[in-house]
């Protein structure tokens, strides 16, 4: 079992649709990452969250610390929204990330 | 702009040789990673530096060397030793200060043939 697990997998939605994608976590962690990564592989962070939400436009990210849960939602999607979205929880301790396995989306016109 | 470079974006080598992976940063970070991404799994900690001439093994160091000469700078050797080397390989950075994020370089795919 992963210290991090994402869901779902794949997502395709319709242009403007309101979409979801959920990160639980079994490890400690200081902080999680919402992560994005485009098809030619770079990497950009999104959001870093210890507590709460935070919103960039229209991504919102939300993080409850005792439920070990993260979302990252995005509003009125867009086809240039279509990426793979990590989670990536921040151990102090160990001095490392866990990463999920991503969700890839797929936004339609 | 301050940033991660990471060279060259595509890499192909023949079996059985090394190959050396660059990662450049301008961001006076103090920490380093190397991470290694397979289709399907999440990224996993290949080796990581806090300060010069310091670093760590991370979870699947084996086949891998790195150094850590000069701050901006943290190589990443492949070598023969390591199996199943075709992969998309990512450097990070960050500060010392935990409240800050890491920034990631753009990555290097290499395929070994």
């Known amino acids: 079992k992963n210290e991090v697990e994402q869901s779902p997998q794949n997502l395709t939605a319709q242009e403007g649709e309101f979409i979801t994608i959920n990160c639980s976590y079994s490890?400690?962690?200081?902080?999680l990452h919402w992560l994005q990564q485009h098809p030619g592989g770079g990497i950009v962070s999104l959001f870093m969250l210890s507590s709460g939400k935070k919103k960039h436009g229209r991504l919102i990210a939300t993080i409850n610390i005792q439920e070990k849960h993260s979302s990252l939602h995005i509003t009125a999607s867009h086809p240039r929204d279509s990426a793979v979205y990590i989670c990536a929880g921040f151990t102090n301790t160990g001095n490392q990330f866990y990463f999920g396995t991503g969700t890839s989306l797929t936004v339609i016109p | 702009d301050g940033g991660i470079t990471q060279s060259p974006k595509y890499l192909f080598r023949k079996e059985g040789q090394n190959v050396t992976l660059s990662c450049e940063q301008n961001l006076n970070h103090d920490a380093m990673y190397w991470y290694r991404q397979d289709p399907g799994q999440g990224l996993r900690l290949i080796y990581y530096?806090?300060?010069?001439?310091?670093?760590q093994k991370g979870d699947i160091a084996e086949g891998y060397s790195v150094s850590r000469e000069k701050k901006e700078s943290f190589p990443l050797t492949v070598t023969s030793a390591q199996k199943n080397p075709t992969a998309f390989y990512l450097c990070?950075?960050?500060?010392?200060?935990?409240?800050?994020?890491?920034?990631f370089g753009s990555g290097t795919r290499l395929t070994v043939v």
């Open positions: 990070a950075s960050r500060t010392r200060d935990i409240g800050q994020g890491y920034t």
């Open positions: 490890v400690g962690i200081s902080a």
């Open positions: 530096s806090q300060i010069v001439n310091d670093f």
